[in-house]
């Protein structure tokens, strides 16, 4: 059990350019979400996964956001035409749930974005 | 809407001091309810996490306990020592077991030599 693993930890791009992140979940763990997080503030929820399938998505997920979690593995988050406000760190958690409940959510070392 | 307030936004304590993080949802109809540590720079490490029929949870010199019909949770840190300092988030699910989690601003602690 490495952990959940993000890639690339910095990225930096210019305004308008796509970029990919990538998580590898713990590997047993079903549950893969997705959160955003700015200097000084608490994460914010973008999404989550359930296996493959994609079950919640925030309103701060606009069109140019897009994840993908093919066959219930890793995952990636695109952003295309990148904005300045993008500028944040994306963080990666996976959990085991089962119908007994959720256990303890596991969160990556985050990758940052800057957008110039 | 759920919304999650921390107070206070920073601490500074001497070491050895005992100290309790404040936390308040606004709806009680909560999962469970985690509180996590972050390191400057880095992800989230979950501390304790508290089911909503739970009162409180312990791990070593950590204890959080959690009043759902007052919509507060208190993180309780004895004996505080320099490798606590660190930011303290808490984050509340519900009231079904989805994804979501909504965490509050977190509370930054120093706690000095």
Partial sequence: ?????????????????????RCDPISEHNRLYWYRQTLGQGPEFLTYFQNEAQLEKSRLLSDRFSAERPK???????????????????????????????????FGEGSWLTVV | KQEVTQIPAALSVPEGENLVLNCSFTDSAIYNLQWFRQDPGKGLTSLLLIQSSQREQTSGRLNASLDKSSGRSTLYIAASQPGDSATYLCAVKGPSNTGKLIFGQGTTLQVKP
């Fill in chain 1, 72 to 106: 219930g593995s890793f995952s990636t988050l695109e952003i295309q035409r990148t904005e300045q406000g993008d500028s944040a760190m994306y963080l990666c958690a996976s959990s085991l749930t089962t119908w007994t409940g959720e256990n303890t959510i596991y």
């Fill in chain 1, 1 to 21: 059990d490495t952990g959940v693993s993000q890639n690339p930890r910095h990225k930096i791009t210019k305004r308008g350019q796509n970029v990919t992140f």
